[in-house]
């Protein structure tokens, strides 16, 4: 197969060993997953991961309604405000609601009084190293903290998410920020029937101590009686994907540069965001490059790298991890041609699903 870049290529035998993993904590814990729809919302691949997981969460009437019309079992809606006008829609399309704040809650109480209602709460803490992705940073909107105040309206919730791990790979971490969250929630916990611990736990990578963290998972599930819900996104996915870019040009100005036909600031934003570098296996060899997006912004920067052969016109590079707030996130600044997507199959063959022509530039402007 001889697909034109950018493509986003997602490997379902990489997929599969997170799901591997997200199935065998599932069955060692009693947790239940669901895909965070945030990170990751590429349907090609829902009809591989649904035997794996419990259904999806959502941050919007648009997720939720994607979760549950393309993932089915379990959807979660949540969005940090509901507006007047979606909120029978987004009942429509879930099983469980979960409302920011007691303000959210009892604005559309009533208006959801047919599905399970839940309310965030925010304990915090958190392991988020960026001030910009801290839910629990000073004067955050996400959740409520009071628990007099939340008491007050247990009658009209019966559980509970609390989303503070961020991109937190230390279980140790993890168990500290929890035994936290059950001293400054507990009585909120023990009359509750569910608890959804959010994402951001790595616990599909590598060395991860994934028993002792189904033994903490199940410990807490027993001591508060609760259905526990981990919302796994980069989780999920992680090292499952890259980006394939083809190199459109080379010169020198003051270091080697390589100019690529793809872009970060339309295609892999979060690395902008976030002032991150991509990431490129082996990176190793005697010949350095700074590999460049083709957009008119002058920070377009996938990062360093080091290459076994000098770059020319026409090379392939591909980009890793390029699954998890990447394609939820990207757009079509300067135009810059949209990547395909595409799937290996666990045979090995190569599947396009899609591909973006002019028309789709087009719509999405007016």
């Known amino acids: ?19 591997e993993k997200v199935a065998l904590l599932r069955e060692i ?3 239940k997953a669901l895909l965070a729809l945030k990170c990751f ?14 259904g999806t969460t959502s941050s919007s009437l648009n997720e939720v309604r994607l979760g549950h ?19 029978d829609e987004v009942v429509s399309h879930a099983d469980k609601i979960i409302f920011n704040s007691i303000g959210q809650l009892d604005r559309f109480a009533d208006r959801a009084a047919g599905i399970v209602r839940g309310m965030r709460l925010n304990p915090g803490i958190s392991s988020s190293s960026f001030d910009l992705a801290d839910p629990a940073r000073p004067f955050s909107r996400l959740g409520e903290w ?33 035994g936290t969250i059950e001293e400054r929630f507990a009585p909120l916990l ?46 999920s996915i992680t090292k499952s994907t890259t980006l394939e870019v083809t190199v459109l040009d080379t010169l020198n100005n003051g270091k080697d540069l390589a100019i690529v036909d793809s872009s970060i600031e339309a295609h892999m934003l979060d690395l902008l965001i976030y002032r991150e570098s991509a990431k490129l296996s082996p990176n190793k060899g005697p010949h350095r490059y700074m590999v460049c997006g083709k957009s008119c912004l002058a920070g377009d920067i996938f990062g360093e790298f080091a290459f076994e052969q000098q770059l020319k016109v026409g090379d392939r590079i591909s980009i890793q991890d390029a699954a998890g707030y ?41």
């Open 190 to 235: 023990k009359k509750a029937e569910w608890v959804s611990l959010g994402g951001g736990i790595h616990f599909t990578g590598e060395n991860y101590p994934l028993e002792q963290f189904a033994e903490r998972l199940k410990r807490f599930a027993g001591d508060y009686g609760v259905q526990v819900y981990l919302e796994p996104g980069e989780a």
């Open 1 to 19: 197969m001889s697909l034109t870049t950018p493509y986003y290529l997602i490997d379902k035998s990489k997929l599969l060993a997170n799901m």
């Open 326 to 366: 990447t394609m939820v996130k990207k757009n079509w600044f300067n135009g810059v041609k949209m990547p395909a997507i595409a799937i290996r199959e666990l045979d090995g063959s190569i599947n396009t699903v899609r591909e973006f022509t002019y028309a789709d530039y087009e719509t999405s402007l007016s």
């Open 29 to 31: 814990s009693g947790a």
């Open 69 to 87: 019309e393309r993932f089915g079992k379990e959807t979660h809606a949540y969005s940090v405000a509901y507006a007047d006008y979606e909120i």
């Open 146 to 178: 009071d628990v007099r105040q939340v008491e007050a309206v247990m009658d009209r919730v019966s559980g509970f998410m609390i989303h503070n791990n961020c991109e937190n790979g230390d279980f140790d971490l993890f168990d500290r920020m929890l």
């Open 41 to 54: 919302a590429t349907w090609s691949v829902f009809d591989f991961m649904r035997d794996y997981m419990d």
